[in-house]
């Protein structure tokens, strides 16, 4: 089955600073990976996602990158807010989700600092 | 438009009980799914039903089943509870299509077993 590996487990930057988050998936069939973010004690919400036709996607402040010949895709935080302080996980599926589920990665806690 | 919605919201069970968490959706999605969430790993699929009439296991089903009871409600259900399936169970749905790929969560239930 699919792997999905995510690094940094913890990650503190400056606000306003950038923050990146990089995840690896092992099945080279998958062609479906979003991003979500998670608030302490809350559900996860879709922030981002890709398609494996589409190398780099962007929406505002929020940005992922995907090479599938390396199988590793990113995210890319922009001028980080105080909001933005959350658990972020990455994801993968074959099917775009739709028929098997998602392989979590085991999430990025992102502190911004004030 | 509720979305997607669970019950019970907290649950504390003593080993060897049973019970059904119950889920539905209010978007006409063919797609929906049982994830677990536990500290440091992630979410983690247990069972998922692609559509009205299916059902197949996830990474983790030991311990569960699961009832794909019309299209809008899927349940699953612990036959004999486990210390170790303390964690936060988590319901999705999606579409299965062309166009929009994402994974709805509901709120969650918290389920502690002693």
């Known amino acids: 089955g699919e792997n999905v590996e995510q690094h940094p487990s913890t990650l503190s930057v400056q606000e306003g600073d950038s923050a990146v988050i990089k995840c690896t998936y092992s099945?080279?069939?998958?062609?479906?990976f979003p991003w979500y973010k998670q608030e302490l004690g809350k559900r996860p919400q879709l922030i981002i996602d890709i398609r494996s036709n589409v190398g780099e996607k962007k929406d505002q402040r929020i940005a992922v990158t995907l090479n599938k010949t390396a199988k590793h895709f990113s995210l890319h935080i922009t001028e980080t807010q105080p909001e933005d302080s959350a658990v972020y996980f990455c994801?993968?599926?074959?099917?775009?989700?739709?028929?098997?589920?998602?392989?979590f990665g085991k999430g990025t806690h992102l502190i911004i600092q004030p | 438009n509720a979305g997607v919605t669970q019950t019970p919201k907290f649950q504390v069970l003593k080993t060897g009980q049973s019970m059904t968490l119950q889920c539905a959706q209010d978007m006409n999605h063919n797609s929906m799914y049982w994830y677990r969430q536990d500290p440091g790993m992630g979410l983690r699929l247990i069972y998922y039903?692609?559509?009205?009439?299916?059902?197949d296991k996830g990474e983790v089903p030991n311990g569960y089943n699961v009832s794909r009871l019309n299209k809008r409600e899927f349940s699953l259900r612990l036959e004999s509870a486990a210390p170790s399936q303390t964690s936060v169970y988590f319901c999705?749905?999606?579409?299965?299509?062309?166009?929009?790929?994402?994974?709805?969560f509901g709120p969650g239930t918290r389920l502690t077993v002693t």
């Open positions: 039903s692609a559509s009205e009439g299916t059902t």
């Open positions: 999705a749905s999606s579409e299965v299509g062309q166009r929009d790929y994402e994974q709805y």
């Open positions: 099945d080279s069939a998958s062609n479906y």
């Open positions: 994801a993968a599926s074959w099917s775009g989700g739709g028929a098997d589920g998602l392989t």
